[in-house]
């Protein structure tokens, strides 16, 4: 047992540091540091006192707001496990996840009662029923209120591995798993976005919240509470562009947290340049990988601020980082065009083959890391672990490659490549020079069985504002970008592609829908 400080500590310090400060701004409310510590306190408090402790799981499902954000570190506080879902994830997904975690609280935003239903049946091992919202039962203000007249509860004692976070996967390749992460390793990782990510950030910055706090947004709003900066949600839980934007001007926003589609969204709607957005600092983005047509975009409209960053839940977004030095709107040959970075502080990456020996330079294998930032495991699931962690490194199960100067060029998914004739193709290479065609806003490859060829790629474009797609335009296009079997053997073009929860593009279901619609 290695004694570590409670995740908590950092919103009791800032609390104390600066309690006057906003910490959080929401619609039209805004609490400041002491407000949200009191409420937290209180909260933590009356869950103690209601039977919840340290180790067991509490699922919240609920969208951005002043509950969810103060849920994590209620539950810190007394050495329990936050359990955070997407919202957007159907009613047995969500109770999958309630009894897979065996959680013993389940705090449900009233907007989802077929979700919260569904969690009652399936999960057997809760005992306390809470909700965000008006409800006839208890409420989440309800545990605030009872909490209030108690004493405050100091931070449980925590050891480094100590459970503060089940980060449950998208599940594209069967169920979900949970991804424990402890407060160890969480602390590391604050520090960590802190030094790669924002550097200089401080409580005279903002943060505008985008994404959902449950995964990849919750980890950056992290490091806003440990530098006191405030965190500024968004009023609804679909992205509306012009209010965003109208927020980064209104609360002189630094930093936001993206995802390559919401990033996109923002730089090509008209309120980019109806709205002052100089005060940006870092705009990251992450989750899946940005075409260079659209960074370049992004750039042109943004400036030198993008930030992008490689890292899976499971390494809790540590893997490598790509700051404004080294991104460019040229296309100079001494920069890494198409890299997602090099390594984090701390973090090692390597290319491994399939005997886990490691590759040169330039040579495309698994993308494997270690370092402090990977999680403990997967919780209860012993075969994942045995698979993910062999050889002593974690497997991201992504393909890529590392250059001379140690910059990581992600090639796709092991899942998503495919053979054609012998000869391998990975879709995201092919998916970048159809990016590059004017008429097309958007490409997923994939690979379909054929009788001649075992497999032969089929393309699924979207076509951009006002444009129609020509397929033999766009093949055209494509020679000399390309070597010829990597060319799709056919164009689809759809008014949109499936995206699942957490806004990526499923490529079975692409699959799927092909087949259905006899396009395959």
């Given amino acids: 047992m290695i004694p570590t400080s409670n995740l908590a500590s950092l919103l009791l310090h800032t609390a104390r540091r600066l309690p006057d400060r906003p910490a959080l701004a929401w619609r039209e409310r805004t609490w400041t540091w002491s407000d949200l510590a009191a409420r937290v306190c209180a909260a933590a408090t009356a869950l103690r006192a209601r039977g919840i402790g340290a180790g067991d799981r509490v699922l919240v499902h609920a969208r951005n707001g002043n509950a969810i954000f103060e849920s ?22 969500v109770a999958y996840l309630a009894a897979n975690a065996g959680c013993r609280a389940h705090v449900f935003d009233t907007g989802f009662p077929d979700h919260r239903a569904a969690a009652r049946a399936d999960n057997l091992a809760c005992v306390l029923d809470v909700a965000i919202g008006e409800d006839s039962g208890l409420s ?18 925590v050891d480094r591995d100590h459970p503060a976070w089940l980060f449950y996967t998208s599940g594209t390749t069967g169920r979900p798993k949970g991804g424990t992460l402890t407060h160890g390793q969480l602390a590391f990782v604050v520090v960590n976005h802190i030094a790669d990510l924002m550097p200089g950030l401080n409580e005279h910055h903002a943060s505008l919240v985008v994404a959902p706090l449950s995964h990849g947004a919750g980890i950056h709003a992290m490091a806003q509470v440990a530098r006191g900066a405030v965190s500024v949600l968004l009023p609804g839980e679909r992205l509306d562009v012009p209010e965003a934007w109208r927020l980064v001007e209104q609360h ?78 040229e296309d100079d040959p001494t920069m890494p065009l198409g890299s997602c970075g090099y390594p984090r502080t701390g973090i090692e990456v390597a290319i491994l083959d399939a005997t886990q020996a490691r590759l040169p330079a330039g040579a495309t294998g698994e993308i494997c890391v270690r370092g402090p930032a990977v999680m403990a ?71 379909m069985p054929d009788a001649k060829w075992g497999e032969t790629g089929v393309a699924v474009l979207v076509a951009a504002d006002g444009a129609t797609i020509d397929p033999a335009a766009v093949l055209a296009h494509l020679h000399g970008r390309l070597g010829r079997y990597k060319h799709p053997a056919r164009i689809v073009v759809w008014d949109a592609l499936p995206r699942s929860g957490y806004g990526k593009v499923p490529k079975a279901d692409v699959k799927r829908l092909l087949a259905e619609r006899g396009e395959a």
Wanted: glycine share 10%; net charge negative.
């Fill in 140 to 157: 989440w203000e309800d545990l605030v209120t009872e909490g209030r007249g108690a004493s405050v509860p100091e931070t449980a004692a």
């Fill in 377 to 447: 495991g997967y919780f209860g699931n012993d075969d994942a672990n045995a698979k993910a962690f062999a050889g002593g490194w974690f497997h991201t199960g992504d393909l890529g490659h590392l250059d001379e100067r140690g910059f990581l060029f992600i090639t796709g998914r092991q899942s998503d490549m495919y053979i054609s004739g012998g000869s391998n193709v990975y879709p995201r290479e092919v998916e970048e020079a159809l990016l590059t065609h004017p008429c097309i806003a958007e490409a997923c490859v994939v690979g």
């Fill in 72 to 93: 994590c570190w209620a539950c810190w506080l007394i050495g329990a496990v936050w359990v955070p879902t997407n919202f957007r994830l159907s009613p047995p997904e």
């Fill in 252 to 329: 002189r926003v630094t930093n936001m947290f993206t995802v390559p589609t919401i990033l996109n969204a923002l730089v090509r709607d008209a309120g980019v340049d109806a709205y002052d957005h100089s005060s940006l600092r870092h705009v990251i983005y992450a989750g899946a990988p940005m075409y260079r047509e659209d960074q370049k975009h992004a750039l042109r409209k943004l400036g030198p601020c993008l930030v992008q960053y490689f890292g899976l839940g499971e390494v809790t977004g540590n893997i490598t980082v790509l700051p404004p030095e080294w991104h460019s709107v």
